[in-house]
């Protein structure tokens, strides 16, 4: 799935990924003057948690492919005052010389990488004889019985579903197999549970539904009408999966985690 990073920053981090944020960098214990690198940052809310943890005698930056993430995070942090840097550029080929940093953390991007190796080897090198990496990726498609369903459903009417990706890396062994792959030692892979929280219902299953029309089958060649017609058929048959977990005008979702520790 691909969205807007305004979006992305008004909607999907307070709801979900500003709580694991703070998780995250929590378990990476990270320290005052340490220099630390957020890799797949988005629009920086792990940095933007590391910053005041490392303090002004410590370096955050932020690393993604996608400039207009990158550039909603700059403005957020300039708005909060933090001193981060940003750049763009993929996982497997970090722009960082050896050993330059004490600290990499990964937030829900694992899975996402063309080469998750390869990702894991520049992580490793860019970090200092001793340092560490904190990595989260989502536990099964099976601990999410919400986004099973809209897997399934998204196959029937769309042709396709992008669901499944986000899930892909639900075995811990395999997350464990490729740190150590890549020369971390001392994996430690904990299982971690947090509720996520949107105000509008219908707002957050319009945001889970969104497809790109390019990359659709069943919205291939159709006029915008039949498209969002499709549309309106997954949402329709989502409903109920909705108000099962819609509490006082709101959707309270578990969501579950690996987290992993590792140190160079």
């Known amino acids: 799935m691909s969205y807007p ?32 690198l957020d890799v797949a940052c988005g629009t920086g809310i792990v940095a933007r948690h590391l910053a005041p943890r490392v303090g002004p005698q410590g370096r955050v930056v932020g690393l993604d492919l996608n400039p207009a993430m990158l550039s909603v995070g700059r403005a957020a942090s300039e708005r909060e005052g933090f001193a981060i840097e940003w750049h763009t550029g993929p996982a497997e080929k970090l722009p960082f010389p050896d050993g330059s940093f004490d600290l990499v953390l ?61 899930f892909s890396m639900g075995d811990a062994d395999e997350l464990r197999h490729l740190l150590t792959e890549a020369g971390f030692q001392e ?51 989502m409903q109920r999966p909705l108000a099962k977990m819609t509490q006082s005008g709101q959707v309270v979702l578990a969501s579950h985690a690996h987290v992993a520790n590792a140190s160079r």
């Open 5 to 36: 990073a305004q979006s992305y920053e008004n909607y999907s981090v307070p709801g979900l990924f500003a709580p694991w944020a703070s998780y995250l960098v929590q378990s990476a214990k990270a320290q005052p003057g340490e220099h630390v």
């Open 106 to 166: 990964c937030q829900f991007g694992l899975m996402f990488f063309a080469d998750r190796h390869q990702a894991l080897t520049e992580m490793h090198r860019v970090l200092r004889p001793g340092g560490r990496i904190t990595v989260s990726v989502w536990q099964g498609l099976d601990r999410h019985p919400f986004y099973q369903t809209l897997h399934e459903v998204s196959r029937r009417h769309l042709g396709k579903s992008s669901v499944q990706a986000v």
């Open 187 to 237: 994996a430690v892979i904990e299982p971690a549970s947090l509720t996520a929280r949107y105000a509008n219902p219908e707002e957050f299953l319009t945001w889970e539904v969104d497809a790109d029309p390019a990359d659709t089958p069943a919205l291939q060649g159709r006029d915008a009408q039949a498209q969002q017609a499709i549309l309106a058929a997954v949402r329709q048959e």
